[in-house]
């Protein structure tokens, strides 16, 4: 019911900065929490930051360099700072309504039902 594209991924060297954005459209809500997840090569696709209609989060690898933020219901970024080559990756946004209400955090892949095709995201060493 949520369709989203995400733009904004490149070539960066390391220690620089990329910030990446998400068009949701369809059934979506302010109410709904968005959020970013990324997937390398041989590894899973993990969460990497979230936010509700009043509070975000990150994962731990990149606390203090990211920053997640949102206009509405249908517009999400992520601004990246200080860069790592280990931040190579596609990264993937999502939004839907939490089981638990407005103030749920997603954690896995598995808490939403479908994708988009996501952005590339390499960083040079």
């Known amino acids: 019911q949520v369709q989203l594209v995400e733009s904004g991924g490149g070539l960066v060297q390391g220690g620089g900065s990329l910030r990446l954005s998400c068009a949701a459209s369809g059934r979506t809500s302010s109410a709904y929490t968005m959020a970013w997840f990324r997937q390398a090569p041989g590894k899973e696709r993990e969460f990497v930051a979230a936010?509700?209609?009043?509070?975000s989060y990150y994962a731990d690898f990149v606390k203090g360099r990211f920053i997640i933020s949102r206009e509405g219901a249908k517009n999400l970024y992520l601004q990246m700072n200080s860069l790592k080559p280990e931040d190579t990756a596609v990264y993937y946004c999502?939004?839907?309504?939490?089981?638990?209400?407005?103030?749920?955090?997603?954690?896995?892949?598995?808490?939403?039902?479908?994708w988009g095709q996501g952005t590339q995201v390499t960083v040079s060493s």
């Open positions: 999502n939004a839907r309504r939490g089981p638990s209400g407005s103030n749920w955090i997603p954690r896995g892949k598995n808490d939403f039902e479908s």
């Open positions: 936010i509700t209609w009043s509070n």
